[in-house]
Every structure is written in structure tokens, then in C-alpha cells.
């Protein structure tokens, strides 16, 4: 597809592929949000010095809004509104060391925060906070800071400030929490979010890590919570990278091998799961994946632990690799429990879903200056320049609403991107042509005679292979785009899964090797100015591609991974502003930010 490079040219191909004519044609629109934000009501997020920006700022910086920066006190905004977002603070102590600073005598009048403030008032906050740290890895609550009038309390203000902010049709506010998981420092965190109306979300309690460790528990309470009041749930795994090898395990918490109980209870509650977020991407490791010369991007291996230890990369920690492990349990057990999707978000402590490189705010609040990001005590060993600007999540649903984007969720036709609006869609059947790839109504063409992300192609005809179409559009006020790629994994014969990265269209007319590969596009970065041009790159891509290694014996998964151009990294920016040598940061000045659809499956 040849480059355009006139920006209304762009503007106005954005919108008529994906603006109120696609929403007429097809059944869904694009709409982007970020699934796992955290404010001034966790614990981890107050004690690194966000005081002041709640659930209320949190909505109104996700709406556009200028609000005021907890830390620097500046007014900040950002550059595009999201359509939706999910406040998710700790469900561990929500709120509680919030209330006791300010002296809440729902928290305050209790033996425990008499005592925490007995501390806090000798100037030992820190001691205070570990107090309620240890006692969440003791499993051990601290009866005044996680009573239920408290936790009710707190939970009824944050379900009434989603109910505020949502506006169906235009934005939608979902309520949510974490569920923070995390034996040995093991990262096995989950989002939770509801579309339940706030009347009924004020029913129960959010589920915590209090309550169990065990996911299977967590999937015992939605599924008996759900059927109890007639609500539906949402369950997302993140940040994957660090969980030591346990969020993909091959067996359950208790060291059981999975069973297709498991999976079955597994794959109800968790359609999606966070591939990319600040603290690094998880789609696959360069140690994992030695053949794919994307690999190695954004990883981040700095383990939640006081001592600093890094994390050694696991297959069960990553999503390509947790994708091929599906679908070697699903041939065993007859259920496949990684059969999931992937989505973005910011996992922010600031209360801002900021994922932008030339407006990014940092994890937490001490983050969002460059001076700051030299310093290694806000998270042990880690710099603030490691952390990502990451990441988003689009969703293709058939309206802005809550119930709407819930079922696109469930139905996995969500896709996640570092934090580039990327319009992206991705179809599979067994009748696309090359034609197809060049219609004005893609879309429509891909529903009607294929499955879309997320779904399944099955009933493979004789002597036929797989077709797939996709489109890709830049984001509009971003850069340009590289190439699509779609990357393959499969089961053999012998139960052995192997990995494959195609590139299937590159941009400014480049060609596929005979190796399969395209050449670089380019780096258009001034490392000076932190300047990038477009004059590289295409605006939109769009192609179909058959996989000729196809063998309809044999289990397999796709899935789409786009890259723009290379652009200025957030530590490159600061340290121009900082007037040091880029290298100094310990990262690369430029990145290919990228998207990732989720899978399309193939069952023989």
C-alpha cells in the first residue's frame, strides 16, 4: 500500500475507515481506555505520595479535564480523552490509609489505627505502612483498617464516583478493583471490573487478597457472586512478567496439574489478559523468543522484592509462551485455560491513565519529574526512566456503554497497544483474497466471510489454508507505521509447540525477503531535539496472507502484532531536558511502539 504522508489525506482515511460511516456499517466502533488505574485510595499509591488525586481526578484526566498533579502541583491534561476506564485500587486496606491520616475516627478510634497514628505522629510513616504491608503477606488483616463498615464505606464513594462519571453513549465509568495477589512476590495480581449498575455493585464487597491468595477462590466468589445477584464480572491478569514463572503455570496454586475443571472456571473469568502496562511489556522475552528480532522491547525485570532480585524469564510469565502452553493442556485436558486475549493499561499509581512518551507522569507520583527518575528507592533497584509508557487498550464494541464493552471483553475482540491509538482489525476464514485487502469496507468484508480477534476457525475445508485480512491505521496524531507481522504458534504431531513471526506488509513499498524478512525502515529521531518526521513510514496498511506451513492436524493460534516507526523514548526526552548523555538513562533513546491483537485459534 503506497505511503501518505499529507496529514488531512490521514485524518480524513481515519475517518471513514473507523469514524460514524464504519459505525453505520458494521457492528462495532473503536473506543479506548485503560482497565487498571490507581488513586489516593491504595495503599501502595498514598505512601509514595499520592495524598490528593481520588477516583473523582482519576475520571476527570481520563475525560480530558485539567486537573492538578499530586506530587508537582502543576496543572496537567491529556492529549487525547480516553472513552472508558476502571478506577481498580487495592482491595487490601482500599482506602484505609487515606482515612487514617486524616483522622477518621472510622479508622482512628480503633486499637490498630490508635496505633499506627502513635506512629505516624513520632514521624515514623514508614513504619506505620509496613505495618500494613507486612500484615498483607502475613494474611494477617489489621481488624480496625479492614472492617467491613470501612471497607463498605469506602467501596459505596468509589462505585459513587463511577456512577457520576458515566455517561452512556460518550463515556463510560466502570466500576473495579485489584485483587493483589502476590505470594513469595510472586505477581499474580488481577483487575476486576463489573458492569453492574452502582445500586448493585454496592451489594458486595470487592474480593481480596485478604480473603485468599488462590485465584481458583477469586473464581469461586465471582462465579457465586454473579449468579447471586445477577451481574456479570471481568477478571484480568497483569504485569505478568514478574510472577515468577506462576501466572501461566502448568499446574494450579496448590501444585496440582491443571485440570480442565480449572481451565473450564480459568477461561469464564479471565477472557483477557494485560500483555503490556509501566511496569514492562509481557508479551514474550528475547530469552524466550530468540528468533524474533522484536522481542526484546520494554522488558522490565526488577522483581517486587526489598532486596532488589531480578526476575529470570519463565514460560509461564509471558503470553506468547502461556498461548503455546494452552494449547498443550487443552490436547490433554480437552479445555484450554490461556485461551485469552490481549489488552493494555497503565497499572498508573498517579491516578492518571498517562501512557503518552511526551506526556507521561510516571508510576507513582515521584516519577513525574526527570530528576526524580535517577532516583532507585521508589521501586528496589529500578529507575523511573525503567518503567514504560504504557500502555491502552482498544475495544470493539457496538457502543460506548458498559454492558457493550463488557461483551467485547468477554468475547476477546479487544486489542492492546503501548499507548499509540492504532486502529486495528484482524480477520480470519478461508476464502479472503488479495482484493479484500483494498475495499473501502474491510470490515464488513471481514465479518461476513470470516471470525474476527478473539474468536475461533474451525472445520478446516480439504486442501484449504487459512486466510487473513488486516488493516491497520497510525494513530492520528502519532507516527507512522513500519510493518504488520502476524506471529503463528502451533502443536505438533509429537505435542511440541513451536513459535513463527511472519512479516506479512511493510510500509514504503519495501519487500519480503527470501528469508521472510523486511529490511529496517528507518529512524527519522533527532536524538538533539527529540524531533521525529513522518517522511518514513505509511499511514495505513492492509493486506491478506495465507499460511502456507499450515497443517489442519495440528492446533494453532495467530496474532497481529503492528510497529510504528521509531520515535522518541520518555528517558530521551528528559534527558534532553536534563541536558545529559540519553545513555546515562540505561535505555534506548528510540522505540517501536507496536500493538498487539488478540488471537484468532485454529482447532482441528
Request: aromatic letters at 10%; proline letters at 6%; glycine letters at 6%.
Amino acid at each position: 500500500m503506497a505511503s501518505s504522508h499529507n496529514i488531512c489525506a490521514i485524518f480524513f482515511t481515519t475517518i471513514a475507515v473507523y469514524g460514524v460511516a464504519a459505525a453505520q456499517e458494521n457492528p462495532t466502533l473503536l473506543l479506548w481506555g485503560d482497565t487498571h488505574i490507581h488513586t489516593s485510595f491504595s495503599l501502595d499509591a498514598y505512601a509514595l505520595a499520592n495524598r490528593s488525586a481520588d477516583p473523582d481526578t482519576a475520571f476527570r484526566y481520563a475525560k480530558g479535564y485539567p486537573v492538578v498533579h499530586p506530587y508537582t502541583k502543576a496543572r496537567i491534561q491529556i492529549n487525547t480523552p480516553l472513552d472508558f476506564l476502571v478506577v481498580s485500587d487495592h482491595a487490601e486496606y482500599m482506602g484505609a490509609i487515606l482515612r487514617l491520616y486524616e483522622r477518621d475516627p472510622i479508622v482512628a478510634d480503633t486499637p490498630a489505627g490508635r496505633r499506627l497514628l502513635s506512629l505516624i505522629d513520632q514521624g515514623r510513616d514508614r513504619d506505620a505502612i509496613w505495618a500494613l504491608i507486612n500484615s498483607i503477606k502475613d494474611n494477617a488483616p489489621l481488624e480496625g483498617l479492614y472492617s467491613d463498615t470501612l471497607r463498605q464505606t469506602v467501596w459505596q464513594e468509589t462505585v459513587d464516583t463511577a456512577e457520576r462519571h458515566n455517561v452512556p453513549g460518550a463515556f463510560t465509568a466502570l466500576s473495579g478493583w485489584e485483587w493483589s495477589s502476590a505470594p513469595d512476590a510472586a505477581n499474580l495480581h488481577r483487575v476486576v471490573f463489573t458492569p453492574a449498575a452502582g445500586d448493585i455493585a454496592k451489594q458486595f464487597l470487592p474480593y481480596s487478597a485478604l480473603d485468599s491468595a488462590k485465584p481458583e477462590d477469586l473464581w469461586a466468589w465471582l462465579d457465586n457472586t454473579s449468579t447471586a445477584l445477577n451481574i456479570d464480572f471481568v477478571a484480568i491478569p497483569h504485569n505478568s512478567n514478574l510472577s515468577k514463572g506462576r501466572m501461566f503455570s502448568l499446574y494450579d496454586f496448590d501444585g496440582a496439574p491443571i485440570s480442565a475443571g480449572y481451565a473450564r472456571l480459568r477461561v469464564r473469568w479471565e477472557p483477557v489478559i494485560e500483555a503490556t502496562q509501566i511496569k514492562g511489556d509481557s508479551e514474550t522475552h528475547a530469552a524466550l523468543s530468540p528468533n524474533d528480532e522484536f522481542a526484546d522491547f520494554e522488558t522490565f525485570d526488577h522483581l517486587l522484592e526489598i532486596n532488589a532480585t531480578r526476575a529470570v524469564p519463565d514460560a509461564g510469565d509471558y503470553a506468547r509462551t502461556a498461548l503455546m502452553r494452552g494449547l498443550k493442556i487443552g490436547a490433554s485436558t480437552g479445555v484450554n485455560p490461556y485461551k485469552f486475549g490481549l489488552s493494555g493499561a497503565t497499572d498508573s499509581h498517579t491516578s492518571m491513565a498517562s501512557a503518552e512518551e511526551n506526556n507521561f507522569w510516571g508510576k507513582f507520583p515521584r516519577d513525574s519529574t526527570p530528576e526524580n527518575s535517577r532516583d532507585l528507592t521508589v521501586t528496589p533497584g529500578a529507575k523511573g526512566w525503567d518503567m514504560s509508557a504504557a500502555g491502552y487498550t482498544g475495544v470493539w464494541a457496538t457502543e460506548n456503554t458498559r454492558q457493550a464493552i463488557t461483551q467485547a471483553f468477554k468475547r476477546k475482540e479487544v486489542y492492546a497497544t503501548t499507548s499509540p491509538r492504532i486502529a486495528l482489525r484482524f480477520f480470519a476464514g478461508w476464502n479472503f483474497k488479495p482484493r479484500h485487502a483494498n475495499a473501502k469496507n474491510i470490515a464488513a468484508i471481514g465479518y461476513k466471510k470470516g471470525v474476527p480477534m478473539g474468536a475461533d476457525l474451525t472445520a478446516a475445508p480439504a486442501a484449504k489454508a487459512p486466510s487473513f485480512l488486516v488493516h491497520a491505521v497510525k494513530d492520528p496524531k502519532g507516527a507512522n507505521l513500519d510493518r504488520i507481522q502476524i506471529v503463528k504458534g502451533w502443536l505438533d504431531a509429537n505435542g511440541v509447540t513451536h513459535e513463527k513471526v511472519y512479516d506479512i506488509v511493510g510500509a514504503d513499498g519495501r519487500t519480503i525477503n527470501a528469508l521472510g524478512k523486511l529490511p529496517p525502515v528507518g529512524n527519522s529521531v533527532n536524538l538533539k531535539t527529540g524531533a521525529y518526521t513522518n517522511d518514513i513510514g505509511d499511514a495505513q496498511l492492509a493486506t491478506t496472507w495465507t499460511d502456507l506451513d499450515f497443517d489442519a492436524a495440528q492446533s494453532a493460534f495467530y496474532y497481529v502484532r503492528v510497529l510504528q516507526i521509531p520515535t522518541p523514548r520518555h528517558s530521551l526526552l528528559d534527558a534532553i531536558a536534563l541536558q545529559m548523555d540519553p545513555e546515562e538513562t540505561g535505555q534506548p533513546p528510540t522505540i517501536q511502539e507496536r500493538a498487539y491483537s488478540s488471537p484468532i485459534w485454529y482447532t482441528p
